[in-house]
T-cell receptor, first 115, second 112 residues
C-alpha cells in the first residue's frame, strides 16, 4: 500500500467542467509534486511545492491550478481541460527537495479522461 | 538541462540475470534513482545512488559511475512478477530548481 493517497482514482469530466484532484501524505515530507503520465511514456513533472510554497512550475497551462493548503495536502484544480489532457496524474512526496537520499514516494494516481 | 537514455525493451528468462543500462547528462547532478512501474500502477522506488559504486538490495543492485554519466540496474533470479517498466531518473538543477527527471523507461518482459 502506498503512503501517498490520491482521490479520486478515476475521473471523467467534460471540457466545461471544474474538478479537483486531491493528494494526502502523513510521512512528514516537506516536498510534494504533481506529475502527468501518458500511456507508455515516463512521468512528466508539472509542479513542485517545497514547504508549502510553489517551487517549480514547468510551464503548465493555466487550466491546471495547484494548491498546497498545508504540509500534508496537495490539490490540483482543473478547469476547461482539453481531451489531450487525458492521462494518469501522479502525486508524489519526498522528505526534502534536494534528492540527497530523498526518494519520491508516489500515490496510485488519478486516471483522468476528458470528453 | 537533462538528458537520460535507456533501452526501450528487454526480454529475459525466468531465473536469469538482466542488466538495464542508463546514461545521463544532468546539470547539477545530485543522485540517480531507479523505479519500477507495473502497467496502470504508480512507480515504486527501487534504489538510489549518489556516490560511485554498487548498492545492493536483495535481488536488485544498482551501480553508478559519475564520471561516465552511467548507471545500471541488475536484477537477479528473475521472476515473472518482475515484468514491468524500469525507470531511470536523475536529480538535477534546472532554471526552476532541483527536480527529478525520468528516462523513457525500459519495458522488461520475463519469459518462462
Amino acid at each position: 500500500d502506498t503512503e501517498v493517497t490520491q482521490t479520486p482514482k478515476h475521473l471523467v469530466m467534460g471540457m466545461t467542467n471544474k474538478k479537483s484532484l486531491k493528494c494526502e501524505q502523513h510521512m512528514g515530507h516537506r516536498a510534494m509534486y504533481w506529475y502527468k503520465q501518458k500511456a507508455k511514456k515516463p512521468p512528466e513533472l508539472m509542479f513542485v511545492y517545497s514547504y508549502e510554497k510553489l517551487s517549480i512550475n514547468e510551464s503548465v497551462p493555466s487550466r491546471f491550478s495547484p494548491e498546497c493548503p498545508n504540509s500534508s495536502l496537495l490539490n490540483l484544480h482543473l478547469h476547461a481541460l482539453q481531451p489531450e489532457d487525458s492521462a494518469l496524474y501522479l502525486c508524489a512526496s519526498s522528505q526534502e527537495l534536494t534528492g540527497m537520499n530523498s526518494p519520491l514516494h508516489f500515490g496510485n494516481g488519478t486516471r483522468l479522461t476528458v470528453t | 538541462g537533462q538528458n537520460i537514455d535507456q533501452p526501450t525493451e528487454m526480454t529475459a528468462t525466468e531465473g536469469a540475470i538482466v542488466q538495464i543500462n542508463c546514461t545521463y547528462q544532468t546539470s547539477g547532478f545530485n543522485g540517480l534513482f531507479w523505479y519500477q512501474q507495473h502497467a496502470g500502477e504508480a512507480p515504486t522506488f527501487l534504489s538510489y545512488n549518489v556516490l560511485d559504486g554498487l548498492e545492493e538490495k536483495g535481488r536488485f543492485s544498482s551501480f553508478l559511475s559519475r564520471s561516465k554519466g552511467y548507471s545500471y540496474l541488475l536484477l537477479k533470479e528473475l521472476q515473472m512478477k518482475d515484468s514491468a517498466s524500469y525507470l531511470c531518473a536523475s536529480w538535477g538543477l534546472t532554471g526552476g530548481g532541483n527536480k527529478l527527471t525520468f528516462g523513457t523507461g525500459t519495458q522488461l518482459k520475463v519469459e518462462l
